[in-house]
Structure formats: structure tokens, C-alpha cells
């Protein structure tokens, strides 16, 4: 009980660890509040359900504004890994360089649409919340063709391209309809992918922490 413990405070003290935990929460409470949302034949259910989606909604704006210091650590990483002369693969050596772009790209777009939305500049949101929807898709896209090249650490890599598809299969419900499934996800189904994503996300931090502390 006190090594679970000790274990969750580490990753809440980690800025990543931290956001994984409220992405985790923020997906589950609007798989859950999705779900009792939709009883309608049960009134407490249903209250219930939309109290969750309004904690879920805050949590993801709270993700939102906690990006808005992520370019700088994004921008060292793409500098450090360049053209990825180190990669054997070339393939994936480029794809990672144009992962790198769509993610570094991702920031100020949806800085953007946040600062629209908050009233701070006089534009109107939406095509900025398009474009960081394309370049997180887009960025996820390539991950899973990245990491279906990989034949290092098996197991890892599937449970990385199983947590992308999740990702990438709401990306595209969150996309302009018309768009193959874009608008179709019933909310519990988009709450579902994410905890899908989000959970695998904290096993493998967990294991990479294991794996630290066993080698230390």
C-alpha cells in the first residue's frame, strides 16, 4: 500500500505524470458521464452523468492551458534529434523529423484557438482547433507508422500503436463531418478512446519508472 502510494506521488511531483493522470481522469469521466448521461429513465443517473462531463470538460480546458509552456521543452527536443542522423532507419528517421514538425506545429495552433476562445484576440476559433486536430492527427498517423518499423521492445511498441489508434480514432470524429466517421462517436465512445490511450500511457510510465529503479 505505502509502495502504491509512494509510486502515485512520484508521478504527480512529474509534470508528464501529472498530465497523464488528469488526461486519464478527464477521459473516464466522460466515459462514465456519457454513459449515465444517456439514461434518461433515471433522473439522479442522468444529473450525475452531466456533472461528470462538466468536471471532464474543466480538466481537458486545464490540459489546455498547461500546454501553453510546452513549446520550448517540444523545440529542445526537435533541435536535440535534427535530422535524426543517428536513426539507422531512414525511414523512420524522416518520419520522425515530420512528427516533429506536425508537434511543434500542434502548440501555436492550439494557443490560438485558446486565446480566441478566452476573448484575449479578436479571431474566431475554430479553423485554429482544425488545425491542431489535423497536426495531432497527423502526428499520430506517423507514430504508428514509426513504430510498426520497430522490432525493438515488442511489446511496448504495440501497446504505443494500440493507444495511437485510440488517439487518432477520435481525432477524426473531432474532424468536419463528412470526414469518414467525423461527429459520429456517441461522447462515451470518445471518452472511451481516450481512457483506452490514456491508461496504456500510465503502464508504461509505470514500467518505465520499475525499470529505473531496478537499474539504479
Given at each position: 500500500?505505502?509502495?502504491?502510494?509512494?509510486?502515485?506521488?512520484?508521478?504527480?511531483?512529474?509534470?508528464?505524470?501529472?498530465?497523464?493522470?488528469?488526461?486519464?481522469?478527464?477521459?473516464?469521466?466522460?466515459?462514465?458521464?456519457?454513459?449515465?448521461?444517456?439514461?434518461?429513465?433515471?433522473?439522479?443517473?442522468?444529473?450525475?452523468?452531466?456533472?461528470?462531463?462538466?468536471?471532464?470538460?474543466?480538466?481537458?480546458?486545464?490540459?489546455?492551458?498547461?500546454?501553453?509552456?510546452?513549446?520550448?521543452?517540444m523545440l529542445s527536443y526537435s533541435y536535440?534529434?535534427?535530422?535524426?542522423?543517428?536513426?539507422?532507419?531512414?525511414?523512420?528517421?524522416?518520419?520522425?523529423?515530420?512528427?516533429?514538425?506536425?508537434?511543434?506545429?500542434?502548440?501555436?495552433?492550439?494557443?490560438?484557438?485558446?486565446?480566441?476562445?478566452?476573448?484575449?484576440?479578436?479571431?474566431?476559433?475554430?479553423?485554429?482547433?482544425?488545425?491542431?486536430?489535423?497536426?495531432?492527427?497527423?502526428?499520430?498517423?506517423?507514430?504508428?507508422?514509426?513504430?510498426?518499423?520497430?522490432?525493438?521492445?515488442?511489446?511496448?511498441?504495440?501497446?504505443?500503436?494500440?493507444?495511437?489508434?485510440?488517439?487518432?480514432?477520435?481525432?477524426?470524429?473531432?474532424?468536419?463531418?463528412?470526414?469518414?466517421?467525423?461527429?459520429?462517436?456517441?461522447?462515451?465512445?470518445?471518452?472511451?478512446?481516450?481512457?483506452?490511450?490514456?491508461?496504456?500511457?500510465?503502464?508504461?510510465?509505470?514500467?518505465?519508472?520499475?525499470?529505473?529503479?531496478?537499474?539504479?
Amino acid at each position: 500500500m505505502q509502495q502504491s502510494l509512494e509510486s502515485l506521488v512520484r508521478l504527480l511531483e512529474s509534470y508528464r505524470g501529472r498530465d497523464k493522470v488528469i488526461r486519464t481522469l478527464c477521459y473516464g469521466s466522460q466515459l462514465v458521464g456519457g454513459v449515465l448521461s444517456s439514461k434518461t429513465e433515471a433522473v439522479s443517473s442522468h444529473q450525475l452523468g452531466k456533472s461528470l462531463l462538466l468536471f471532464s470538460a474543466q480538466l481537458s480546458h486545464c490540459r489546455t492551458v498547461l500546454r501553453l509552456f510546452d513549446d520550448l521543452s517540444m523545440l529542445s527536443y526537435s533541435y536535440s534529434y535534427g535530422f535524426g542522423g543517428e536513426e539507422e532507419d531512414e525511414a523512420v528517421r524522416w518520419i520522425s523529423v515530420l512528427t516533429n514538425v506536425a508537434d511543434q506545429l500542434y502548440y501555436p495552433c492550439e494557443h490560438i484557438a485558446w486565446a480566441a476562445d478566452a476573448e484575449l484576440i479578436k479571431l474566431k476559433s475554430d479553423k485554429w482547433w482544425l488545425f491542431s486536430t489535423v497536426l495531432w492527427g497527423s502526428s499520430l498517423l506517423l507514430g504508428i507508422l514509426s513504430r510498426s518499423r520497430l522490432h525493438r521492445q515488442v511489446q511496448g511498441e504495440l501497446l504505443s500503436v494500440l493507444g495511437s489508434i485510440a488517439d487518432l480514432s477520435n481525432a477524426v470524429h473531432w474532424m468536419p463531418p463528412g470526414f469518414l466517421w467525423a461527429g459520429r462517436f456517441p461522447i462515451w465512445m470518445v471518452g472511451l478512446m481516450g481512457t483506452i490511450s490514456s491508461l496504456i500511457g500510465l503502464i508504461q510510465t509505470n514500467t518505465g519508472d520499475r525499470d529505473q529503479s531496478d537499474s539504479a
